[in-house]
């Protein structure tokens, strides 16, 4: 059984990947990129890197891994929510990147969350093979591989995104869907917020004045207290991904499997993009991210909420 978490074992791209020094192993689409692999095994004209950050082409300039282009967030999501923009903004963005449905793309952020909101919308989009680079860009430093200077690889756009958009309307719903969901027996929402905000002590977020959770969710952790940037519940100390294993178990606790139809969210979508990233690896098979999340969920008063702890 081919296991997606193991870091011992290079996890590498598909056929198009120079694999010379290596040996081949399985092509699979659903995969972690390790940095030592990324630096060793590199990459060819038919995959992209991309450094996926939120304001930070400054710092992307300054030092990003060579051969990377860098994508925004603020072109992938829109305020007042910060829900997903309109499919014909998201497909414009990918289209200027040179992403198809069939382009390998390798993610990797300062912030591993911001890279997997973006992993997360290529799915969506229809995007059939999109990894992330374990442990981000912290890791690759922490390994001592090089760095770049400058702005990096200018995208190359294309004008055909090859099939119709967004390939995967089903790995996203909106508060209709999440209320649907809720009243089926077959169906979760699961809340990837710390316990402070789970139970309602704080809404997590400065610009989030309410308190509390969705009435009924179940809670599928996330990280530090106080911390909306930590998924530590799902990470090691050094930032890579928990193995599969521990993560599935730490779900099963909360009553959260493979066998419901399962909808992660968070405040507004990064920590539980990350969550829908790990059950998408381990091929869970209805999975999706509730866009609005706790933001939009608890804008509405006709909605219903748990305050206190369940």
Known sequence: MWLPFLHSTPLVGNARVNLS??????????????PAALARQGWDAGSLLLEVGCNGHAQFCAAHIPGAAYLDTNTLETPPLFNKVPDAALLAVLLAHGIRHDTSVILYGRNPLAAARAAHLMLYAGVR??????????????EGHPLAAGPGRQPEGIDDFGVPFPGRPDFLIGTAQAKALLARPDGVLASIRTW???????????????????????????????????????????????????????????GIHAGLETAFY???????????????LLGWPRIAVYDGGWYEWSSDPANPVRRGPP
């Open 21 to 34: 020094s290596a040996p081949v192993l399985t092509a699979s689409p659903r995969q972690l990129v390790a």
């Open 196 to 254: 402070s905000e789970y139970s309602g002590a704080t809404s997590g977020y400065s610009y989030i004045s309410a308190r509390g959770d969705i009435a009924d969710a179940r809670w599928g952790r996330a990280g530090r207290e106080g911390d909306v940037n930590s998924m530590s519940a799902y990470q090691g100390p050094d930032g890579r991904m928990l193995p599969g294993a521990a993560i599935e178990a730490m779900w099963r606790e909360a």
């Open 129 to 142: 093979d999109v990894r992330l680079l374990d442990g981000g860009h912290a890791a690759w430093c922490a």
């Open 266 to 280: 968070c405040g507004t979508g990064w920590r539980a993009s990350l969550a829908f990233y790990h059950a998408w």
